[in-house]
Every structure is written in structure tokens, then in C-alpha cells.
């Protein structure tokens, strides 16, 4: 018996000293939090509630994985996973699955990926080895290369076309360039070429990116086209009021007027039934989620570890402000999930993955 046992008590000991139990519990709080509002969204797609679990078995396990993978290793692996991901964006481009007009997947049989999201981790992965690997002599040069670097996937994942993936990619890799000490004077010449370069992204924008653009300035020009989206969120989130409807009471929802209910618009269908109280304790666990991971990083003993972990930081407070941003009406729609709430298996992969790498860090800071 005791040959048994002793393993599995060592296992268990590793596992506590591995697991950050404040970050695993928020987790968990708003996994909970949003499979209850799932259930409710979803009453009508059995199939999506069935799927959200295993979406969330997979996470775990995905979490699991990673949190047990030391830095070390991933520092070594950041180069061929960020080449692996543009070999895999190449692909896409020539023999890629096209549907609504996008090509973003790439086809194997069994399984179908959309290899944008690899680069979520795999950019940030890349620019803080590089930036670790470059620390005793950061010039001029090194941050010229790290432009490089950052413009390769995003424009192999504009050209699919999918501008809200190549926004969340950029934002995830400028965050590292920042955290490793860009100097103001680029940061300043940098917002003043975006500001000079509107008019031709403007022109360079597809015809359905333009129409989300006017639609969020004014969604009652199309009530019933592009700003029905829109409109029916932002009267379910007016109608829940301070304290909701109720769980299960949402009519926006259990009417079928809120599109996208268990995925991108998961927010309008939890704002209706749970109301402005419900929200704000919302609002107060995406806000722990980010300060956590931003005390990790701060403690972290290596370079690489804390331009990693900052960027997950900025990771998950990007997909939460642009998912709400957009729902609210004060961000065009661009098909973000909801961390942790949302229905789908991709996004809840990459999220497992950020968490576990967070454990990772931290559990390595109390090693040393």
C-alpha cells in the first residue's frame, strides 16, 4: 500500500506547491460564474453546454500541463514555437479552409485549428526571449528587429482577414516591447505615425470592417443589419437594471434577440438576468485576475518570466475590455470572447495555457 501512496502524496505535494491558489480560484470563480450563465444563454443548444464542459476539461488539463513545464523550457522552446506558428499562417494563406469569405483554418481530417491563435502565446513567447537573450546590449537595432518580429504574424493574419485576432496578437507583443524598456521618444513617434496613418488604413479596411466602424458611431442607421447586434445587447444590459431579472428570466435571450448569446455576446445575456450588482462583481474578479497576474510578474526573478507573465496580464485585460468594450457599444464588434465565460474550445485553450505558464513563473519565483 505504502508503494502506492508515496507517489501519489508526492504528486499531491508538487501539485500544491505548483498551483497559485489566489489565480485558480478567480479561475474558477469565473468559470462558474460563466457556465451558470452559459446554461442560461444556451437552454435552446444542449450541444453547446455538453461541449463547454468538455471545453473546460480540456482547459484544466491544458493548465495543468504548463503550470508543471519550467521556464526554463519555455524560454528554450519560444523560437520554434513562434516559427511553427508562421509556417502554419503561410499554410493557411495557400491551402487554408475558407468560410464566410475568411481563410483562417487550416484542415488535418480529424481536427480542424485556426493558427492565429497560436501566436496569442507565441509572440510574446518570442519578443521575451528575444528581448532576454539581447538584455546586456539593447540598442537601436534590437528594437527595429522586435518591430520585425511583431509585424510578421499580423500581417500574415490581416491578410486572412481577421483584424480582431491581429489586434489582440499586436497588443499582446507591444506590451512585451514595452514592459522591456521602450523609450518614450519611440513610443511618442510611434503614436504619431498610427494617428497619421488613419486615413490609409482607412482606405486599406474591408468593406464589413468599415460598416462596424460607422455602426458602433451610430447603430440605429441599420436596426435591423449591422447595429441589431449592438442595439439588442445594449437593451438587455439596460433592462436587468440594478438587481437582474433573474437566472433563466432573461427574455433578450430566451427570446432569441441577442445573437452570438454563448459566445461573443455571453456579457448581454449575464448583464440582463444578474443586473448592475452582478456586474460589478463581474468587473471586481476580471480585475483581480489581472492584478494577480500582474503581482506574479513584478516577482518574477527573470527577464523572461516577467516581460511573459506581463504580457498574459495585458492578455486578460485586453480580451475583457474589448469583449464588454464591445458589447457595451463603445468598441466596434470584432468577435472577442468573454476569458473563461465565453463557449468555445480555442480561446479556453489559450486561456488554460496563459494560467498555467502564470503558475509556472510563480512556482519557480518560490523555488529560487
Known amino acids: 500500500m505504502n508503494s502506492i501512496t508515496t507517489p501519489l502524496l508526492k504528486l499531491i505535494r508538487r501539485q500544491l506547491h505548483v498551483i497559485d491558489i489566489p489565480l485558480l480560484l478567480i479561475v474558477l470563480l469565473l ?77 488535418f481530417g480529424i481536427m480542424r485549428i485556426q ?29 527595429l528587429i522586435a518591430g520585425v518580429i511583431l509585424c510578421i504574424p499580423v ?38 505615425l498610427l494617428i497619421a496613418s488613419l486615413p490609409v488604413i482607412w482606405m486599406l479596411m474591408h468593406d464589413y470592417q468599415k460598416t462596424r466602424v460607422l455602426t458602433l458611431l451610430d447603430p440605429t442607421k441599420d436596426p435591423l443589419g449591422s447595429g441589431f447586434h449592438i442595439i439588442q445587447a445594449l437593451i438587455a444590459i439596460g433592462s436587468g437594471g440594478v438587481w437582474g431579472k433573474g ?61 511573459l507573465a506581463g504580457s498574459i496580464a495585458i492578455i486578460f485585460f485586453t480580451y475583457t475590455f474589448v469583449n464588454i468594450g464591445m458589447v457595451s457599444g463603445i468598441l466596434p464588434v470584432v468577435g472577442v470572447p468573454l476569458p473563461f465565460m465565453s463557449y468555445g474550445g480555442t480561446a479556453l485553450t489559450i486561456l488554460g495555457m496563459c494560467t498555467g505558464i502564470l503558475m509556472s513563473i510563480n512556482a519557480d519565483r518560490k523555488k529560487k
Not at 526571449?129 to 538584455?135: Q, T, V
Not at 500574415?156 to 514595452?178: C, E, R, Y
Open 31 to 107: 468559470s462558474t460564474i460563466g457556465f451558470i450563465t452559459l446554461f442560461s444563454a444556451g437552454a435552446d443548444f444542449p450541444w453547446r453546454i455538453s461541449g463547454q464542459i468538455r471545453n473546460f476539461a480540456v482547459a484544466g488539463l491544458v493548465m495543468l500541463v504548463f503550470a508543471n513545464i519550467p521556464p526554463k523550457f519555455l524560454e528554450k522552446i519560444s523560437v520554434p514555437v513562434f516559427t511553427f506558428g508562421v509556417i502554419l499562417l503561410l499554410l493557411t494563406l495557400v491551402v487554408g479552409v475558407t468560410v464566410k469569405g475568411a481563410t483562417r483554418w487550416l484542415d
Open 155 to 192: 500581417t500574415l493574419i490581416l491578410k486572412q482577414p481577421d483584424l480582431g485576432t491581429s489586434i489582440l496578437v499586436s497588443i499582446a507583443g507591444l506590451s512585451v516591447i514595452f514592459f522591456a524598456g521602450l523609450p518614450w521618444k519611440w513610443l511618442a513617434t510611434l503614436g504619431t
Open 115 to 143: 493558427p492565429s491563435e497560436i501566436m496569442k502565446l507565441g509572440l510574446p513567447m518570442m519578443l521575451a526571449w528575444y528581448f532576454s537573450f539581447r538584455k546586456e546590449t539593447l540598442g537601436t537595432v534590437d528594437w
Open 247 to 307: 437566472w433563466m428570466q432573461g427574455t433578450q435571450a430566451h427570446l432569441d434577440f441577442i445573437p452570438e448569446r454563448t459566445s461573443d455576446f455571453l456579457f448581454a445575456v449575464y448583464s440582463e438576468e444578474f443586473g448592475l450588482i452582478g456586474n460589478a462583481l463581474l468587473l471586481t474578479l476580471f480585475f483581480a485576475l489581472v492584478c494577480r497576474s500582474a503581482v506574479i510578474a513584478v516577482n518574477a526573478k527573470r527577464l523572461y518570466c516577467r516581460l
